[in-house]
């Protein structure tokens, strides 16, 4: 194809893009749309009136002038959910929230994911992946990446963190997918039923809970139940809604993005052999990989704010009330900040990736997202350097949360 030609299909690659209407092949790679938007339409006005926008810079503003980019999801999610529960946690939780809401909640959990806390746990995250890597490999010598090792992970770090039960865990990960799912850009009857189900069944869950850790509380500064139940020294307290609803959120917001960045980094790593022969020579460069696996294959692929004034952004005039999504897993790959963008690299420095986001809600746990990135997919490579894909891997058919629901694998000898 000549380059006349691959600048026309870019062209209208972007000139038909809408959030919308998703079509299976950006399913499977959104990248080469995000490659033509970037170029061709960095600020896109979509059908339903609301702007996608695609280069790290924009993002970065949109994040940072939270007075004039809200996250208050109430007028964008009240026509999509209706007076349902789901409506309610979205419009509850932390990161769907503005100041001083948002800064009231965050202080709170953030307490409780101090860097000695996150310190005190990694202790007990290597020996739960070596215990997921030891039933692996009495079970091999085929594993299930996801189910039998990425998404357990995540699941009982936040078990711990909020103290459930080891017996009570079981519903956990079925809610929080279910409730995520809802957040897709278009969703149908059967995917808003299982996410208001979800929230339903598992703000019963937390109501029993809750009532158990008011007659037995637990240590404030590890169990974030107990911190968000006592609230400050100052008598900053959470009311009974808030409470539930950001105990929902911690799950979803610490399990899927997780369960997504260990299988997507074992997964990049397998398809780029030299980069895992690297990191497997290099353990030391763990860290670094763990960044670059955030930026090249982004868990959390898009964010949404409303502006609440008019506002100039990226060359265009944004009105009051215009909805806005940012695309982080575009941003990510922005030649202006990342040479050789589309380049997998295990020690690439500078890496100021925003799978995290930026700003005031920049993730707060993306230090314990971290460290179980770095001790899971670290120790893997030691179990089993020579693994490799049986068969290809399955997506979820999601835009919002990028990773796999199946990834196949032989360990190896």
């Known amino acids: ?46 059908p339903n009136g609301g702007y996608f926008l695609t280069r790290y810079d924009d993002l970065v503003t949109a994040y940072k002038t939270t007075r004039a980019f809200s996250s208050d999801k109430k007028r964008e999610f009240s026509p999509k ?44 995250l290597i020996a739960l992946v070596d215990r997921l890597l030891d039933a692996m490999q009495a079970n091999g010598p085929r594993a299930e990446l996801i189910e039998d090792f990425a998404a357990a992970i995540p699941v009982e770090v936040i078990g711990n963190l909020l103290d459930v039960p080891h017996d009570e865990r079981g519903p956990l990960r079925d809610w929080s997918l279910a409730i995520l799912g809802a957040l897709e850009p278009v969703i149908g009857a059967e995917v808003f039923k299982r996410g208001n189900d979800a929230v339903r069944d598992f703000l019963a869950y937390l109501e029993t809970l809750v009532a158990r850790r008011r007659a037995s509380p637990g240590n404030p500064d590890h169990d974030v139940l107990t911190r968000l139940i006592q609230g400050e020294s100052d008598g900053e307290r959470l009311t009974a809604k808030e409470l539930l609803h950001n105990c929902v959120f911690l799950l979803n917001a610490g399990h899927e993005t997780t369960t997504n960045l260990i299988g997507n980094g074992l997964v990049a790593l397998s398809d780029h052999p030299d980069q895992k022969a690297r990191l497997i020579a290099q353990p030391e460069l ?3 990989a763990v960044e670059e696996i955030l930026r090249y294959e982004s868990s959390n692929q898009l964010g ?13 005039t944004l009105p009051p009330l215009t909805s806005v999504t940012l695309c982080i897993g575009a941003a990510n790959r922005d030649p202006a900040h990342f040479p050789d963008p589309e380049r997998f690299d295990i020690a690439r420095a500078p890496n100021r990736h925003l799978a995290f986001g930026t700003g005031i809600h920049q993730c707060a746990g993306m230090a314990l997202a971290r460290l179980e990135g770095a001790v899971a997919i670290s120790r893997f490579l030691a179990r089993f350097p020579r693994y490799e894909l049986a068969g290809a891997p399955a997506r979820g058919g999601r835009a919002r949360f990028r990773g796999f629901t199946s990834v196949p694998c032989l360990l190896g000898a």
């Open 1 to 46: 194809m000549n380059h006349l030609a691959r600048d026309l299909t870019a062209k209208d690659l972007a000139a038909d893009f809408d959030i919308e209407k998703l079509t299976p092949e950006f399913y499977a790679d959104p990248y080469p749309t995000y490659r033509a938007l970037r170029e061709f339409a960095p600020m896109k006005r979509l």
């Open 81 to 124: 959910y209706g007076s349902s529960l789901l409506y309610e946690h979205h419009t509850t939780s932390l990161v769907f929230n503005d100041p001083p809401a948002h800064t009231r909640v965050r202080r709170l959990i953030t307490g409780a994911l101090s860097p000695r806390a996150i310190v005190g746990m990694e202790p007990g």
């Open 286 to 288: 763990i860290k670094t």
């Open 304 to 316: 949404n704010r409303i502006t609440t004034e008019t506002v100039e952004l990226g060359g265009v």
